[in-house]
């Protein structure tokens, strides 16, 4: 009696791999299904499942197959018939593991081109698994040519896909395109917007209410006049994501920016690259905003995020927001009045008089004339410096050419190595699969060879990367130095600073009443970047106990009509502290005052709020000059306050610091005693301090398990630093 089956059939096609266009292989699996059937099942049902265009790589894609799945689960039918394993899958790990799935829920499996039968013919899982190893080459064959291709391209700084809004594609096989002056009209627009202290939202409305045509619209109108149809979805009103994009994209100044994302497998979504990898060449083709105002964007987006500033003010208030009173660390009040000089005062003395605070009035023509001063000082003592830069900038090209050319060549190597990688592993399947191979010593052979092929790949990949990355850092440099030498005059010669030449230079102003502070940004790239610098030229003169720096670096005269004439000494702090000079992640060469533990100020201030949350210990972190983190304590009394000399002798000590008896220190000027205090020692230099701080009430810690914490803490961060 012959038994009679329930039987589905799969069959699929796929435009990737198949030649056959018009899908008549479908046809031809369903032809040699139903002769097997007839000759081996002749009294069973078939049922036809398919998948035309479809990719085997995956099994969620495909419609036709996820419909038959749940059938053979719930054993609607009892097996299942493939022509070949290909037709199954294409993809060695899922396909194996979908394979076992079903022959465990009691599917039999027979593909009739390899002559399976599973698990019916158990020894047939060693040439199933062979089978599917195979099948699946082709697929990451076609994968890996077309990146590499991609790769070649983007590594010779070919542009590759559609251009944002503002250019327009003229020849779509070679791939150029130029500006499309209508659209780049409204770049420029919205930069200028978003420079006059516009939000996203402000400027994506008012382009709207004007009828602007969204970059969409935009697109679909050029479209249809080629007489084309155009299918994406058209939105009419401009959106806040665009305007920032917009913002950020430096495509806008001439810059090609290559391998931002990357697909870790075939049909995985894409994931962003860190920019440290991306392929960078800049002047690659006509910018359409200068790269000073885009600069200014990028400086004034980092503001806006940490002092809520907008919009244009009646008064111009340039210095609202960098301006702090050195006594009690508030804000300082602008006093903006028609018929009176711009000035500011300290903000506890405008809301509580005397009783909170003195006035530390000063004038705004008194701080341009401070900061006009510092600049002219760094210009004068920075010839050398910026003669470097304009050699730099002339030798670019020579450069970054000899740096393209290293990494086209290793990009050419890596893919020939890749080849040679894959002829190795189809002979070994080959050899495994010959009658009586010896499969141990061959699987040992192959596996040794692949690993050092692999190596190989890997050592050529981080040259290719070296090469990219040295040509990044000269290029993002020189565009930077170039930038800062066109500054320097441009800035001397106004007779008021802007707020966008503030950002750029200042971080904050503090004043006292007889003297003021100016620290800059802490990288300076936006005024000086060079990998090579005479940095004796730029510091404070030594005194006789050779300590830099201890004079006022020059004195500011507030002169008045009715009051008595006011003197501020001045100390720029950004010059007169070391420096250090290098490279960040995105390969620029930075030049900024050097703080070790200030590189840990987050962490330092976590680690701190978490000593005070969990043992109830107020405690300060500092670096060698000031408070970087602090929890338990007011934090306007010690953020960035300067340590006092009491405790610059204590840390010079190296020694864990206990007050004797009767004995009182504060970190600073007015701060709270010190419990206990232990130096930051990493690599043999003292890098800071941590403290805990004793205030009216007794401590709720055993002072034996506070002196361990504070200990153990300052031997961390100073690990830390170490790594």
């Not at 000089?341 to 405008?350: F, L, N, Q, V």
């Amino acid at each position: 009696m012959v038994e009679t089956y329930r039987i589905a059939a799969y069959t699929r096609i796929s435009v990737d791999t198949e030649l056959d266009r018009d899908n008549t292989s479908i046809e031809n699996q369903k032809a040699i299904i139903s002769d097997f059937c007839r000759a081996h099942f002749p009294t069973s049902s078939v049922v036809f499942f398919e998948d035309r265009d479809h990719s085997g790589y995956t099994f969620e894609q495909r419609p036709g197959y996820m419909e038959l799945r749940p059938r053979l689960l719930d054993h609607t039918y009892d097996i299942l018939i493939v022509k070949d394993l290909s037709r199954f899958s294409r993809r060695t790990g899922k396909g194996l593991s979908e394979f076992e799935d079903l022959a465990e829920s009691g599917i039999r499996i027979i593909s009739i081109g390899e002559n399976v039968d599973y698990p019916a013919k158990r020894d047939d899982w060693m040439k199933i698994k062979l089978y599917f190893f195979v099948n699946e080459m082709p697929v990451t064959d076609a994968s890996e040519k077309v990146s590499r291709v991609i790769a070649n391209r983007q590594t010779r700084g070919e542009w590759i896909c559609s251009v944002p809004y503002g250019y327009v594609i003229t020849n779509s096989k070679k791939m150029l395109f130029e500006v499309d002056e209508g659209a780049a009209a409204v770049v420029r627009e919205i930069f200028r917007m978003y420079l006059d202290g516009w939000g996203y939202k402000k400027i994506a409305n008012h382009l709207t209410d004007q009828h602007i045509p969204t970059p969409r619209m935009h697109e679909k109108a050029r479209v249809e006049a080629r007489g084309d149809t155009y299918r994406k979805v058209i939105k009419e009103k401009w959106s806040i994501v665009t305007i920032s994009e917009m913002l950020e994209n430096d495509f806008y100044i001439g810059t090609l920016r290559q391998r931002k994302s990357k697909r870790k497998t075939i049909n995985g979504a894409q994931q962003p690259l860190d920019e440290s990898e991306h392929l960078v060449f800049e002047n690659h083709h006509t910018p359409i905003v200068d790269y000073r105002t885009f600069a200014e964007v990028q400086q004034q987006m980092k503001v806006r995020t940490t002092n809520n500033y907008r919009g244009v003010k009646k008064y111009d208030n340039m210095y609202s927001g960098l301006l702090y009173c050195g006594d009690c660390g508030e804000h300082m009040f602008a006093l903006s009045r028609a018929n009176a000089k711009e000035a500011y005062t300290c903000g506890t003395y405008h809301i509580r008089g005397r009783a909170g605070c003195t006035s530390h009035h000063i004038r705004a023509d008194v701080l341009d004339g401070i900061v006009k001063n510092y600049l002219r000082k760094v210009r004068d003592n920075s010839a050398e410096m910026i003669a470097v830069l304009e050699k730099r900038i002339k030798d670019e090209q020579a450069e970054t050419g000899d740096s393209l050319r290293a990494a086209a060549e290793f990009d050419d190597m890596i893919a020939a190595e890749r080849e040679q990688l894959k002829i190795m592993m189809r002979q070994k399947v080959r050899d495994l699969a010959r009658p009586g191979a010896n499969v141990a010593v061959l699987e040992q052979t192959y596996d040794a060879m692949i690993e050092e092929s692999e190596h190989r790949i890997e050592g050529l990949e981080n040259q290719m990367k070296l090469a990219a990355d040295s040509r990044n850092t000269v290029i993002r440099a020189n565009r930077m130095a170039k930038t800062a030498i066109e500054l320097f005059d441009e800035i001397l010669a106004k007779e008021k600073l802007d707020r966008r030449d503030l950002n750029l230079l200042l971080d904050r102003i503090i004043v006292y009443e007889d003297h003021v502070e100016v620290h800059l940004q802490d990288d300076v790239d936006a005024l000086l970047k060079t990998g090579t610098a005479d940095l004796d030229a730029l510091a404070f003169p030594e005194n006789e106990s050779g300590e830099t720096a201890p004079e006022p670096a020059m004195v500011a005269v507030q002169r008045a009509e009715k009051h008595q004439n006011k003197e501020f000494s001045v100390h720029e702090f950004s010059v007169g502290d070391p420096l250090e000079i290098y490279t960040d992640r995105e390969g620029e060469v930075i030049f900024k005052k050097y703080s070790p533990i200030g590189e840990l100020a987050q962490f330092a201030g976590q680690y701190a709020e978490t000593l005070s949350k969990t043992c109830g210990l107020a405690v300060v972190i500092c670096d060698r000059d000031a408070v970087i983190a602090s929890a338990g304590v007011p934090k306007r009394d010690y953020a960035d306050r300067k340590l006092t000399p009491e405790v610059d002798r204590i840390v010079e000590n190296r020694q864990f610091y206990i007050p004797t008896d009767g004995e009182s220190v504060s970190v600073v000027e007015g701060g709270g005693p010190v419990g206990c205090l232990m130096p930051i020692i990493t690599e043999g230099d003292i890098a800071g301090c941590v403290a805990s701080i004793h205030g009216e009430e007794k401590s709720a810690v055993a002072p034996e398990i506070e002196a361990k914490l504070i200990q153990t803490a300052a031997s961390f961060l100073g690990k830390q630093l170490e790594a």
